[in-house]
């Protein structure tokens, strides 16, 4: 015996994310021509590192916009077993994947200019970096602006309290997307800062050699943001959410439900279908006489974020 439902209770997307990410796209691709030609022009390896990593930025940006476009645009397409919300997923990891070519591209940049030094206009190079600062702390307000409108949108919608959530899996709940944005624009800040600092001391002490190294130290703290958003991306992709707590919750409704019986659990999935959706399928052998899939079903209602589940009941082997 088995049984499916299904309920179209996935999410409906991110509409201030949306507008926040084109903003920015926007606004950086404005800052990174300015980055790059000022950079040519006084000769600085950091504002040109800055710059171009910037440009990779602007398209990472712009494809987080495409992608909440697209899981808009397909939303009520039908081909879509589970909705469109892994289009945002595969958008954040996409732009994972542009930060680290931004890496790359600074370290060969930044290890050349270290063996072949050029002469740098600190002083003009220094405002640049600072209009590139000032531009970035605008962009991640706005982002985080956003962040804060979906946390608001997410509260809204929440189905039921559950009381036994762990809440040391909040992080879980992101805006992936989002949170790619939010991270190349922290990007840019971190290597603007770094640039900043470079110049200076390039202007004050003499120290031309720390302009291409702030650009190598800029890049593996770019790696280090970008692996970890690879892997939380990653996880959603590849559906490796088995030990995420909502399954312990599905296993503690079940053992309860088959207590005192031989019913024994054979197999379960459970894999995410939205920021806080989740689909199930189980089988169940042994089971005890008269054990319905909709009894089944409403040991399981106590987890809201289950919003579609496959049940499979085999009647006929005996317990062991």
Same mark, same amino acid.
């Given at each position: 015996?088995?049984?499916?439902?299904?309920?179209?209770?996935?999410?409906?997307?991110?509409?201030?994310?949306?507008?926040?990410?084109?903003?920015?796209?926007?606004?950086?691709?404005?800052?990174?021509?300015?980055?790059?030609?000022?950079?040519?022009?006084?000769?600085?390896?950091?504002?040109?590192?800055?710059?171009?990593?910037?440009?990779?930025?602007?398209?990472?940006?712009?494809?987080?916009?495409?992608?909440?476009?697209?899981?808009?645009?397909?939303?009520?397409?039908?081909?879509?077993?589970?909705?469109?919300?892994?289009?945002?997923?595969?958008?954040?990891?996409?732009?994972?994947?542009?930060?680290?070519?931004?890496?790359?591209?600074?370290?060969?940049?930044?290890?050349?200019?270290?063996?072949?030094?050029?002469?740098?206009?600190?002083?003009?190079?220094?405002?640049?970096?600072?209009?590139?600062? !000032?531009?970035?702390? =605008?962009?991640?307000?706005?982002? %985080?602006? &956003? $962040? *804060? /409108?979906? #946390?608001?949108?997410?509260?809204?919608? !929440?189905?039921?309290? =559950?009381?036994?959530?762990?809440? %040391?899996? &909040? $992080? *879980? /709940?992101? #805006?992936?997307?989002?949170?790619?944005?939010?991270?190349?624009?922290?990007?840019?800040?971190?290597?603007?800062?770094?640039?900043?600092?470079?110049?200076?001391?390039?202007?004050?002490?003499?120290?031309?050699?720390?302009?291409?190294?702030?650009?190598?130290?800029?890049?593996?703290?770019?790696?280090?943001?970008?692996?970890?958003?690879?892997?939380?991306?990653?996880?959603?992709?590849?559906?490796?959410?088995?030990?995420?707590?909502?399954?312990?919750?599905?296993?503690?409704?079940?053992?309860?439900?088959?207590?005192?019986?031989?019913?024994?659990?054979?197999?379960?999935?459970?894999?995410?279908?939205?920021?806080?959706?989740?689909?199930?399928?189980?089988?169940?052998?042994?089971?005890?006489?008269?054990?319905?899939?909709?009894?089944?079903?409403?040991?399981?209602?106590?987890?809201?974020?289950?919003?579609?589940?496959?049940?499979?009941?085999?009647?006929?082997?005996?317990?062991?």
């Amino acid at each position: 015996m088995s049984a499916s439902t299904h309920v179209h209770l996935f999410d409906d997307g991110n509409a201030a994310g949306e507008r926040g990410t084109r903003v920015v796209a926007w606004i950086t691709a404005l800052t990174m021509g300015v980055e790059i030609a000022a950079g040519g022009w006084f000769n600085s390896m950091a504002l040109l590192a800055d710059g171009f990593h910037m440009s990779t930025h602007a398209v990472a940006i712009g494809l987080s916009a495409f992608a909440y476009a697209a899981a808009r645009r397909h939303a009520k397409d039908g081909r879509f077993a589970f909705g469109t919300w892994k289009i945002e997923v595969l958008g954040g990891y996409s732009s994972a994947l542009f930060l680290l070519v931004v890496a790359l591209l600074m370290v060969a940049a930044s290890v050349e200019r270290l063996f072949s030094p050029a002469p740098i206009h600190y002083r003009e190079a220094i405002v640049v970096a600072v209009l590139g600062l !000032a531009v970035n702390i =605008v962009c991640a307000w706005l982002l %985080g602006a &956003a $962040h *804060h /409108h979906g #946390d608001e949108h997410d509260h809204e919608h !929440a189905h039921a309290p =559950v009381h036994d959530h762990d809440h %040391g899996h &909040a $992080h *879980h /709940h992101d #805006d992936l997307n989002l949170r790619a944005a939010y991270l190349h624009v922290l990007a840019d800040a971190a290597t603007s800062v770094l640039a900043i600092v470079a110049l200076a001391a390039g202007l004050w002490l003499g120290w031309s050699w720390l302009d291409p190294v702030m650009g190598v130290v800029g890049a593996l703290l770019i790696v280090v943001w970008a692996r970890r958003l690879i892997v939380d991306t990653g996880t959603v992709l590849l559906d490796r959410e088995m030990d995420h707590p909502v399954v312990g919750r599905v296993r503690k409704r079940l053992a309860e439900g088959l207590a005192g019986s031989a019913t024994r659990v054979d197999d379960l999935h459970v894999w995410r279908v939205g920021k806080r959706s989740y689909a199930c399928a189980l089988s169940l052998g042994a089971a005890r006489p008269g054990l319905t899939p909709e009894a089944v079903r409403g040991w399981l209602g106590t987890c809201p974020e289950i919003v579609h589940s496959t049940i499979e009941i085999d009647h006929t082997q005996p317990a062991i």
